[in-house]
């Protein structure tokens, strides 16, 4: 039976527009059906309320509204998000007031015993007399290494550096010869003398 037959209209074209329409608005019913079960189960953590929010949303487009505006106003994970920030901050908040490991009082980070206990809390340095973390390997106020604690090790030099300190080490096969020292020249004699000598050597018939 075509749906506006009720009211006396036998129009083909007309009945099949109408069908069309209801159709549509049947798909839109069950897709908000959907969404409200969806959307509920990312928004409450309590199964039952998650059902009559489904069930709400049965009545076609008015418990979808309903809903709407009676739903939390935040997801589950946004809310657990938002609680682990809150337990980040408290706990930063807590280092920052940090209070005696033995009886819990209050107590500041320069603090060399608990006010309360009367308990050693840190190290002071012998040079400065600071406080010192147990951490610590050396005063970071005056450079000073902390009595006890083990210094790093210096790296091994590695292959490549102990290769090239030798081949520096040990002259190649090119390298200069030393320079030799040459001898002072003597200096030539002196005129007088010379001819005097060669005058002496000549024979008397020359």
């Known amino acids: 039976m075509d749906p506006i037959a009720i009211f006396g209209i036998h129009n083909d074209a007309l009945n099949r527009v109408v069908s069309l329409v209801l159709l549509f608005l049947v798909v839109i019913w069950l897709a908000l059906v959907y969404w409200t079960y969806a959307d509920a189960r990312r928004r409450i953590a309590d199964p039952m309320l998650v059902g009559c929010a489904t069930a709400a949303s049965l009545f076609?487009?008015?418990?979808?509204i309903i809903y709407m505006i009676v739903r939390p106003p935040e997801y589950l994970e946004d809310a657990r998000e938002r609680e682990l920030e809150i337990a980040a901050a408290e706990a930063r908040l807590a280092q920052l007031e940090q209070g005696c490991p033995y009886c819990g009082f209050k107590v500041e980070k320069t603090?060399?015993?608990c006010p309360s206990c009367?308990?050693?809390l840190k190290e002071p340095c012998q040079?400065?007399?600071k406080p010192l973390d147990?951490?610590?390997k050396i005063c970071p106020y005056c450079e000073a290494e902390v009595p006890g604690a083990e210094m790093p090790a210096?790296?091994?030099p590695t292959r490549r550096r102990?290769?090239?300190a030798a081949a520096a080490a040990t002259p190649g096969p090119y390298a200069a010869d030393p320079p030799t020292r040459s001898r002072?020249?003597?200096?030539p004699p002196p005129r007088g003398e010379g001819g005097s000598e060669r005058a002496r050597q000549r024979p008397p018939g020359a």
Not at 60 to 64: A, D, E, S
Not at 184 to 187: E, F, G
């Open 60 to 64: 076609p487009f008015l418990g979808t």
């Open 111 to 113: 603090f060399l015993r």
């Open 118 to 120: 009367l308990r050693r």
């Open 127 to 129: 040079t400065c007399g």
């Open 134 to 136: 147990p951490l610590w």
């Open 154 to 156: 210096e790296p091994a």
């Open 162 to 164: 102990a290769r090239r």
């Open 184 to 187: 002072p020249a003597q200096p």
